[in-house]
């Protein structure tokens, strides 16, 4: 199209330049000028329209072909046909020998290999790209794994029916999700059958109910189709609050108080300890002061974990848990 159109400027060109010499000359009068420029553009415009269709083609086929590799992608893999549906989960979680990739010649984990007991907070660090949240989404089974297997309580997770595997975790992500609708509802969504008190009881767990009983109707009051009408860090908090309502075995938090001030970020700390209490916890984080009491810290690198161990246990091997953990404290001295 930038071509025709340059094509089109250039006739346009030719035309008043020789029309204009011949005009001088009295060979033509200035009518005729205007009529050959006419000419011009009722020639060139056919030819911008099809260069137009040839852009919409081109489009067209690039959308067409990520149509296609969608709906040749592989089905997911069905349930078992007699999942395991125990009555209770003390959530002891296993991974053994876990290897996988988002495709066969990229792995991302190689060989992941740790055992979770019952109630402990386990801490998840490393450098992007190292497989923090890959693990997650093995967890939830979002993916198989291509070798060895994640046990939970002893039950290879592909033998649990999917909804009944997700429904054990509660998860509180850096990216926050609210629908339109009332802060009661969005809260509510981590357990549908839960009554206004025990909604409220959840909020005032995660520091939420003062917050909220300052919006303009409370707990009524309706949420955007963005959530734009709240701040970033009051979403944060109303995830929060949800995941204390679902009151789940498991629980996933990928770096949940990302984007509070320090002051909250005190407040949510307590509360999640609270919830923490007797589940196994699984916590991505970026900031390593966060984590310092967990029961257990993996340090992930390329896909293996390198380190493993309690805080104090980590910073004494001085190895690349300490680097990345100096690291952070330098950057902040040198901000100050």
Do not use: C
Not at 65 to 83: C, H, I, K, N
Not at 231 to 257: H, Y
Not at 289 to 313: F, K
Not at 326 to 332: A, L, Y
């Amino acid at each position: 199209m930038p071509i025709m159109r340059f094509v089109g400027n250039l006739g346009y060109v030719a035309v008043s330049i020789l029309g204009g010499w011949l005009a001088i000359r009295g060979a033509i009068t200035v009518g005729d000028i205007q009529a050959f420029i006419q000419y011009v553009r009722s020639f060139t415009e056919p030819i911008t329209q099809i260069a137009n269709i040839s852009n919409v083609l081109q489009q067209t086929a690039a959308a067409a072909e990520r149509v296609f590799q969608f709906l040749g992608e592989a089905e997911e893999e069905p349930d078992t046909e007699t999942p395991v549906r125990p009555e209770t989960v003390k959530g002891r979680v296993t991974f053994e020998h876990v290897r996988f990739g988002y495709m066969p010649d990229k792995i991302v984990i190689h060989d992941l290999t740790a055992a979770v007991l019952p109630g402990e907070k386990i801490a998840i660090v490393g450098p992007t790209g190292a497989g923090k949240t890959t693990i997650v989404k093995l967890l939830m089974r979002f993916y198989d794994v291509n070798e060895g297997a994640i046990r939970i309580d002893g039950h290879d997770i592909r033998d649990f029916a999917r909804q009944d595997l997700r429904r054990m975790f509660g998860m509180v992500l850096q990216d926050t999700w609210l629908f339109n609708g009332t802060v009661m509802e969005n809260i509510r969504y981590g357990r549908d059958t839960a009554t206004d008190e025990e909604v409220i009881e959840a909020a005032r767990a995660a520091h939420v109910d003062h917050f909220v009983r300052t919006l303009p109707g409370g707990y009524e009051m309706v949420l955007n189709e963005e959530a734009s009408n709240i701040s970033q860090g009051q979403k944060q908090l109303l995830t929060i609050a949800r995941a204390v309502l679902a009151d789940p075995e498991i629980l996933i938090l990928d770096e949940a108080t990302s984007s509070v001030d320090t002051r909250t970020e005190v407040l949510i700390q307590q509360a999640m300890d609270r919830l923490m209490q007797g589940r196994t916890s699984f916590v991505i984080a970026h900031r390593l002061s966060t984590i310092r009491n967990a029961d257990l810290i993996l340090v992930l690198r390329d896909g293996d974990i390198v380190e493993q161990g309690t805080h104090t246990e980590l910073l004494a091997q001085s190895g690349f848990y300490a680097e990345i953990y100096n690291s952070q404290f330098d950057r902040v001295a040198a901000q100050a």
